[in-house]
T-cell receptor
Framework: NAGVTQTPKFRVLKTGQSMTLLCAQDMNHEYMYWYRQDPGMGLRLIHYSVGEGTTAKGEVPDGYNVSRLKKQNFLLGLESAAPSQTSVYFC????????????FGPGTRLTVT | GNSVTQMEGPVTLSEEAFLTINCTYT??????LFWYVQYPGEGLQLLLKATKADDKGSNKGFEATYRKETTSFHLEKGSVQVSDSAVYFCALSDGGSNYKLTFGKGTLLTVNP
């Protein structure tokens, strides 16, 4: 039981390049989330999904797109990376909303130069 | 909207010292409250939670009591260890149509031997 895994662990991009971050969970959770963590800012929600085939915007969605084609996977895309997107990205999943614990992946450290 | 305010760090303690990390919140309705911990290089893990007023969450020697009258959820531990060195995040969820956790900015704790 791997829990929540993220690929890749580290990445360096040049401004304007694109990439996709992959999140996978093996707990059969309905809800999945993408956060970014920046120094002094805590975690901020980028996008989330309440089930296969659904996505919704969080607090800071601009510059990102997501897809949830399979229940176990949640992809985060950057179409044209900017230095402001340098951050640590965390994926999380939960059985249900609100009261249920969110399980986090180990994070992806992205640097955009 | 919802918000969480926690004491700014960093906090540096000697082993076996008493720990308090303050957390206050603003929310509509009756939120659930959480403490998450992030060890170096890892994702967040749930440390404890409380779902209604006067509930006490506890885990690994840490405790926090949900105080509705003071809108607080302070984290305490009677005797910290070096292995408790981490970043601690207070968070809330209102459990309604809001699917997300609202996080505080995090408090870095360093425990010296």
């Amino acid at each position: 039981n791997a829990g929540v895994t993220q690929t890749p662990k580290f990445r360096v991009l040049k401004t304007g390049q694109s990439m996709t971050l992959l999140c996978a969970q093996d707990m059969n959770h309905e809800y999945m989330y993408w956060y970014r963590q920046d120094p002094g800012m805590g975690l901020r929600l980028i996008h989330y999904s309440v089930g296969e085939g659904t996505t919704a915007k969080g607090e800071v969605p601009d510059g990102y797109n997501v897809s949830r084609l399979k229940k176990q996977n949640f992809l985060l895309g950057l179409e044209s990376a900017a230095p402001s997107q340098t951050s640590v990205y965390f994926c999380a999943s939960s059985l249900d909303r609100g009261l249920y614990e969110q399980y986090f992946g180990p994070g992806t450290r992205l640097t955009v130069t | 909207g919802n918000s969480v305010t926690q004491m700014e760090g960093p906090v540096t303690l000697s082993e076996e010292a008493f720990l308090t990390i303050n957390c206050t919140y603003t929310a509509t309705g009756y939120p659930s409250l959480f403490w998450y911990v992030q060890y170096p290089g890892e994702g967040l893990q749930l440390l404890l939670k409380a779902t209604k007023a006067d509930d006490k969450g506890s885990n690994k020697g840490f405790e926090a009591t949900y105080r509705k009258e003071t809108t607080s959820f302070h984290l305490e531990k009677g005797s910290v260890q070096v292995s408790d060195s981490a970043v601690y995040f207070c968070a809330l969820s209102d459990g309604g149509s809001n699917y997300k956790l609202t996080f505080g900015k995090g408090t870095l704790l360093t425990v010296n031997p």
